[in-house]
Antibody
């Protein structure tokens, strides 16, 4: 079965760039969309953006100016870069697979999630 | 962007109870609504997609209904493992989540 694993630095300094990678195992990264979601301590879930295996992206408008998501199909990995971070970017960061189902497969949902990785922004 | 509002924000119930959580969208999203369960320190788990379709492996005591702007997640005969936080998410446009409903043991 498909598994996702986030990796990257757990501590980032303010104004620097947060970089995370999600490694997909047990299946191919092709033919799916892949997402990044974050959760600040004690708060709810926030969608960051997603990428199709072709490289097409969609970003949360509130983060769009600072976010870049990329994909490496040969390594079965996709990555997140978030620039100019502040303490407000401290969160658990999750990667997830987006699947389609329902009537005529119109409906998307996040059906496989990584365990999450904690990123703290602090000097 | 589409705002998702859940109610209540928290809820106390007992094992065996039937509970209902509501999610309201700021505009019509047809049936583009998903429900997730999250336990402390764990990733969210998909329960329901397309408003009422049960994800594989999810117990049948979970059900979803609604369309347009108003949706509900119902849990029949609460089990100890159901005490968690529940989130709705719209997939009609750029994804947004509700703020969550924490289900606690009474």
């Amino acid at each position: 079965q498909v598994q996702l694993q986030e990796s990257g630095p757990g501590l980032v300094k303010p104004s620097e760039t947060l970089s995370l990678t999600c490694t997909v195992s047990g299946g191919s990264i092709s033919t799916y969309y892949w997402s990044w979601i974050r959760q600040p301590p004690g708060k709810g879930l926030e969608y960051i953006g997603n990428i199709y295996y072709t490289g097409s992206t969609n970003y949360n408008p509130s983060l769009k100016s600072r976010v870049t998501i990329s994909i490496n199909t040969s390594k079965n990995q996709f990555s997140l870069k978030l620039s100019s971070v502040t303490v407000a970017d401290t969160a658990v960061y999750y990667c997830a697979r987006v699947s389609y189902g329902g009537d005529r497969n119109y409906y998307s949902y996040m059906d496989v999630w990584g365990k999450g990785t904690t990123v703290t922004v602090s000097s | 962007d589409i705002q998702m509002t859940q109610s209540p924000s928290s809820l106390s119930a007992s094992v065996g109870d039937r509970v209902t959580i509501t999610c309201r969208a700021s505009q019509s999203i047809n049936s583009y609504l998903n429900w997730y369960q999250q336990k402390p320190g764990k990733a969210p788990k998909l329960l329901i997609y397309a408003a009422s379709s049960l994800q594989g492996g999810v117990p049948s005591r979970f059900s979803g209904s609604g369309s347009g702007t108003d949706f509900t997640l119902t849990i029949n005969s609460l089990q100890p493992e159901d005490f968690a936080t529940y989130y709705c998410q719209q997939s009609y446009s750029t994804y947004t989540f509700g703020q969550g409903t924490k289900l606690e043991i009474k």
